[in-house]
């Protein structure tokens, strides 16, 4: 089974660029689709980025598209999270999760999932 650890958090101003790592280990990594949740205090996990397992699909939330955007290099069996022109609305803990690729999901449930890194927190504040 895969490991996941996310990094790249941190304190970022209203306006500013954040980028977040997924590294995977423990298993072959283009065997996963890769998503990315949040979740702030009090609130349900959020949906924000998939990139399917060759990258080809991506999708995205209203709330996000535009701004944010999900890469992976299966080479090296890490994806990342570029997150553009931020606001106190992303702030939350940010997490990436795999699901394995032959199993039919739906991309934007968290329940959907079967690997989750720690998270990592984003705090957007000025």
């Known amino acids: 089974q895969v490991q996941l650890i996310e990094s790249g958090g941190g304190l970022v101003q209203p306006g500013d660029s954040l980028r977040l790592s997924c590294t995977a280990s423990?298993?072959?990594?283009?065997?996963?689709?890769i998503a990315w949740f949040r979740q702030a205090p009090g609130k349900e996990r959020e949906f924000v980025a998939y990139?399917?397992?060759?990258?080809?699909?991506?999708y995205y939330p209203d709330s996000v598209k535009g701004r944010f955007t999900t890469s992976r290099n299966n080479a090296n069996a890490a994806a990342w999270l570029q997150m553009n022109t931020l606001s106190s609305e992303d702030s939350a803990v940010y997490y990436c999760?795999?699901?394995?690729?032959?199993?039919?999901?739906?991309?934007?449930?968290?329940?959907?999932?079967?690997?989750w890194g720690q998270g990592t927190q984003v705090t957007v504040s000025s």
């Open positions: 999760a795999a699901k394995d690729r032959q199993h039919y999901h739906t991309y934007y449930d968290p329940g959907a999932y079967d690997y």
């Open positions: 423990g298993g072959t990594f283009t065997r996963y689709n």
């Open positions: 990139i399917s397992w060759s990258g080809a699909n991506k």
